[in-house]
C-alpha cells in the first residue's frame, strides 16, 4: 500500500513555523508522504493563529473550501492544530463538522498516533491541553498537558538546511490584556539547557550553521537543577561554544528582563548577532498600563539607551499596536515620538484586534473606528520606513559579512550558468549580522557559507552589493 501524503498549511509566527518543520518530521519518521501543496495530499492540516481575527476567519474560509474534498474523499484527514485549535477546541468541530483532528501546540508530538486513531476508527478527536485556570484534564496537570519532548530535527523539512529555530521555552506569564497566547500556549516553561545543547549539536552536525532561539520572552529563560541555575546568559555562553555553530539569535524578549548580563554576553560572545527583537507595543504610559505591559515608556527608553551603550551597532527591532482600546490621537502622537526616537531597524506594526477571553476583551470597549486605525498603522508606517531607509544608506560604501541562504525570491524563477564554472551563478541572497537582508550575484555553492558584500545600493529593507573576493 503507498503511503498516506500529507500537506502542512501554516499561519503565524516563527513558533508556528517550527511546530510545523517538527510535525512534518514526526510524520514522515512514522511513514506518512510529505507534499508542497495540498493536491494530492491525503491529510490537510491547518496550524493556526489566534493573535489576531483576521487570521482565524482566513483559516475556517479555507475549511469550508475543504467540505466537498472531503464529501469525495471521506477516508481523508482534515486537521486544525496550533493556537486556533487550543483556544476553539469544540467550536472548530461546530463551525467545520469535517474536521477529523483539532490538536493543540502542547500536543503536536502525539500527531502521528492521532491521525493512525483516526484511519482506525473513523471518529474525530480532540487533543488539547488542560486550561490553566481549571484543574482536571485527561492529559493531567495543566504544565504536564503543554508537553516537552525531545524533538525529531530532519535538514530536509527545515526551510534551509543552514538555518534552523530552536524552542527554548513554552509559554507565557506575561498575560499582557490584549493577548490570548498565556492561555493557547500555556504557562511559561524553560527547557533543560543540556536537551538543547544536545539539539543544536545535532542541528549543527546536519549541517546547520545559524540557529534562532524562540520563546514567547525568550530573554526571562531560567533552567535550574541539581547543577545549578542556567540564565540566557549562560545559555548562550554554551551554545557559542558549539562546533559549526557561526550565528545565534533570539526572539523575543520582554523590556524588563533585559539584564546588563545578557547585553553583556551579547556584545562579548563570539557567535552571538548584535541583534535584539524587543517590542515596545506602544509609546504612551497610560496605554502600556491599560495593556497591562510592566514598564513604562521611560524605561523602555532607558533599555533602549542600555543597548546602544552596550553593543555599538547593535539593531533593534519592535512591535507596535494602534488603535488600541480608548486610544487618543495624543497617546498615538507618543507611539510615535517613541519610534522617531528610538531609530528602530524596522518594526512590525499591527492594527488592535479584539481577542475574545482576553482582559481587554472584557474590560474595554474596542472603541477606536477602523478606519482611524487604518490611518496610524500608515502613519506610523510611513516615520518607520523613512527611518529604516536612512540606515540602510549608511551601509553604502561598506563591506558586510552575509551568511548566504541561497537564490533570492525572485532568481529562483532561473538559474544561468557560468561559462567555464562549475556552479551555477545566479542573484542570491544572505543576511547581515544585524540582520539586513543583502542582495548579490554569486556561485550558488555559497549557499550555507560566509561571503563579505560591499553595499552599492540600499532600500528601506534591503541592501545591494557585490561579491568580495578573499584576496
Known amino acids: 500500500m503507498a503511503p498516506k501524503r500529507f500537506f502542512i ?95 493543540g501546540p502542547g500536543q503536536i508530538d502525539r500527531l502521528p498516533h492521532l491521525i493512525a486513531e483516526i484511519h482506525k476508527n473513523q471518529t474525530p478527536r480532540i487533543a488539547v491541553s488542560a486550561d490553566r485556570f481549571h484543574s482536571g484534564s485527561e492529559t493531567g496537570s495543566v504544565r504536564e498537558s503543554f508537553r516537552r519532548y525531545d524533538p525529531i530535527r530532519l535538514p530536509e523539512f527545515r526551510p534551509s538546511r543552514y538555518q534552523a529555530m530552536v524552542r527554548i521555552m513554552f509559554g507565557c506569564d506575561k ?107 506602544h509609546g504612551a504610559d497610560s496605554v502600556l498600563k491599560r495593556m497591562r505591559r510592566r514598564y513604562t515608556a521611560a524605561q523602555y527608553r532607558e533599555l533602549v539607551e542600555r543597548i546602544y551603550q552596550t553593543i555599538p551597532g547593535a539593531a533593534i527591532t519592535s512591535d507596535f499596536i494602534v488603535g488600541f482600546c480608548g486610544e487618543t490621537e495624543e497617546e498615538f502622537e507618543q507611539t510615535v515620538e517613541l519610534v522617531r526616537w528610538a531609530r528602530f531597524k524596522n518594526s512590525f506594526i499591527f492594527k488592535y484586534s479584539q481577542r475574545p477571553g482576553t482582559y481587554a476583551a472584557k474590560h474595554y470597549d474596542d472603541d477606536v473606528k477602523e478606519s482611524e486605525k487604518r490611518r496610524r498603522n500608515n502613519a506610523l508606517l510611513d516615520v518607520q520606513n523613512a527611518i529604516s531607509a536612512e540606515q540602510s544608506a549608511r551601509f553604502v560604501g561598506q563591506t558586510v559579512e552575509v551568511l548566504v541562504e541561497g537564490p533570492s525570491k525572485t532568481a529562483k524563477k532561473g538559474v544561468l550558468p557560468l561559462v567555464g564554472a562549475s556552479s551555477c551563478q545566479t542573484q542570491l541572497t544572505g543576511r547581515t549580522p544585524c540582520d539586513r537582508i543583502v542582495v548579490f550575484d554569486g556561485p550558488t555553492s555559497l549557499t550555507g557559507t560566509l561571503a563579505r558584500v560591499r553595499i552599492t545600493e540600499s532600500a528601506p529593507f534591503t541592501l545591494f552589493g557585490s561579491l568580495q573576493s578573499d584576496s
Open 9 to 103: 498549511y501554516t499561519v503565524g509566527c516563527q513558533m508556528n513555523i517550527l511546530d510545523s518543520e517538527l510535525a512534518a518530521a514526526a510524520l514522515a519518521q512514522a511513514g506518512y508522504q510529505p507534499l508542497k501543496s495540498a493536491k494530492g495530499a491525503d491529510i490537510i492540516l491547518f496550524n493556526t493563529c489566534s493573535v489576531r481575527e483576521h487570521a482565524e476567519e482566513k483559516i475556517y474560509s479555507a475549511l469550508g473550501r475543504l467540505k466537498h474534498w472531503k464529501d469525495s474523499r471521506p477516508e481523508g484527514i482534515v486537521g486544525v492544530m496550533g493556537c486556533m485549535a487550543q483556544k476553539d477546541r469544540e467550536t472548530v468541530l461546530k463551525r467545520a463538522p469535517h474536521v477529523d483532528l483539532v490538536i
Open 175 to 281: 498575560f499582557c490584556s490584549y493577548c490570548i497566547v498565556p492561555k493557547t500556549r500555556g504557562p511559561e516553561q524553560s527547557r533543560p539547557a543540556d536537551d538543547i545543547v544536545r539539539e543544536i549539536k545535532t542541528l549543527a552536525d546536519s549541517g546547520c550553521r545559524e540557529v534562532m532561539l524562540l520563546g514567547q520572552t525568550v530573554n526571562s529563560y531560567c533552567w535550574k537543577d541539581a547543577a545549578g541555575t542556567v540564565t540566557m546568559a549562560d545559555l548562550l555562553e554554551r551554545i557559542n561554544g558549539i562546533a559549526g555553530i557561526e550565528r545565534i539569535r533570539f526572539v523575543s524578549s520582554y523590556p524588563t528582563a533585559m539584564t546588563d548580563t545578557l547585553l553583556e554576553a551579547v556584545r562579548d560572545l563570539e557567535h552571538v548577532m548584535p541583534y535584539l527583537h524587543v517590542p515596545a507595543q
